[in-house]
């Protein structure tokens, strides 16, 4: 039997709401016992939904054990809805004070939902306490920082999970890593990403969103940390987790209608940027919060030498020589075929529950703290080389980070 781990939420604001449903969902193997954040409202109002969240959970189970198929069901009904219940009784703490929170409450685990510029001084601060971390994308607003939050994690033994993971705890992702990593479609050289909104700027096209989105001091980076984060993890999953050597990147903003905030926006709303990695794979990744381009396939595509996928569609080369009268070969005539994916006959969890088995066990969460770093050296390195208007190494891209000032900028786009 797990352990059912302790949860303190910490950042009640916009994206909470998904960690108190998260760990709601997994009664036998979390429960949230405090949340945090540096402002009452908010905390208030994420407090009383965990509360009326496993009330409402504890009555539905209760009434759905009687319609229960299987003398199994009915009871895990019945155990689900006595811990969901349990809430009621045990309560929820509230701080405003995480560094508070790690110190007084007997936590497993802390869940950031958090902006990126606090990611990595809370997810250190639970490290050092023996606190598993389960952490909002993007990882962090720079390499270093990443670095420093994974190594943290890794002296103290414990797990780090970041939310992207998402975009891979899928049978089809499962299976497309299986074709690109045996092997099965050749020789995988490259890929690229494309994904594009019309006009999806937080706090300028959507509202309703935290004040830091468009300053990179607090965010990091534009649309590459906000949305191009998701896909690059992903992409970074299905080829394997090759490392990143050098990044060649270019960012654009100027897109209308103008920001008219008062607020910093210096942040990126187009970024191109080109991949290579040590094991010889590049990665070309494309990614817009506001474009003007329609009509162009978007996703994942990696090409290999044997074959491709086109998003989810494998296809495979099945050409053959045609031959003369002798039986000479005279010309190759490729022949591209979609051919189904076979896909593992399991389930798959979700992203909460792989972070909760992974502090259960010696497995790695899907999205852990090894790939957001390389994902966050890519998002980083993209606009610094944008910046320097060239390619840079990983190693450069430590040094430069570095070098800068406090409070740490991210690579803001004059
Ligand atoms: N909003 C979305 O649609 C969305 C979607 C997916 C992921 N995310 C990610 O989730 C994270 C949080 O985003 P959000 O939209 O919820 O932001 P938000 O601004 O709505 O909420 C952040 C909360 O953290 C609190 N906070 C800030 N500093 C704190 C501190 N030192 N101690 C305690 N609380 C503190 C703020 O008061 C606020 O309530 C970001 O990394 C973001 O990229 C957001």
Request: glycine share 10%.
């Amino acid at each position: 039997m797990s352990k059912r781990i302790k949860i303190g939420i910490i950042g009640c604001g916009m994206i909470a709401g998904s960690h108190v449903n998260g760990y709601l969902a997994h009664p036998q193997h979390a429960e949230i016992v405090a949340v945090c954040d540096t402002v009452e409202a908010n905390v208030k109002r994420r407090h009383a939904e965990v509360l009326s969240g496993a009330a409402s959970r504890a009555e539905a189970a209760t009434a759905e054990v009687e319609k229960a198929d299987t003398a199994e069901a009915r009871e895990q009904l019945k155990a689900d809805a006595a811990l969901w219940a349990e809430y009621a009784d045990n309560g929820v703490k509230i701080y405003s004070d995480y560094n508070e929170m790690i110190r007084e409450c007997d936590l497993d685990a802390v869940s950031l939902a958090l902006p990126p510029f606090v990611h990595e001084p809370a997810t250190v601060a639970a490290a050092q306490a023996g606190m598993h971390v389960f952490c909002e994308k993007p990882m962090a607003r720079t390499a270093t920082e990443a670095r420093n939050m994974r190594d943290a994690c890794d002296a103290a033994g414990v797990k780090l999970a970041y939310q992207s993971g998402g975009t891979c705890l899928d049978p089809t992702s499962y299976a497309i890593r299986d074709y690109v990593t045996s092997g099965k479609l050749g020789d995988v050289y490259y890929g690229r990403l494309t994904s594009y909104r019309v006009r999806g700027r937080p706090n300028v096209d959507m509202f309703g969103y935290g004040r830091w989105f468009l300053h990179s001091v607090y965010s990091g980076g534009g649309t590459i940390y906000d949305t191009g984060v998701y896909l690059i993890n992903r992409s970074i999953y299905l080829l394997g987790s090759p490392q990143p050597a050098t990044i060649s990147g270019i960012a654009y903003r100027g897109m209308l209608p103008e920001y008219t905030g008062e607020e910093i926006n210096d942040v990126e709303e187009h970024v191109s940027v080109f991949v290579r990695f040590t094991n010889g794979m590049s990665f070309t990744y494309e990614n817009g919060w506001s474009s003007n381009m329609a009509g162009q396939p978007q996703g994942i595509f990696i090409f290999g030498s044997e074959g491709s996928f086109s998003n989810d569609k494998l296809f495979l080369e099945k050409g053959e020589w045609d031959t003369d009268d002798q039986g000479n070969r005279r010309r190759y005539q490729g022949n591209l075929v979609e051919t189904p994916l076979e896909l593992p006959d399991t389930s798959f969890p979700d992203k909460f529950r792989d972070f909760l088995d992974a502090c259960n066990s010696d497995a790695q969460p899907v999205s852990n703290g090894d790939v957001g770093l390389k994902v966050t050296e890519i998002m980083s390195g993209a606009l610094l080389s944008a910046k320097l208007g060239r390619e840079v190494s990983v190693e450069e891209l430590y040094e430069l980070e570095g070098l800068r000032a406090e409070p740490i900028p991210g690579w803001h786009i004059p």
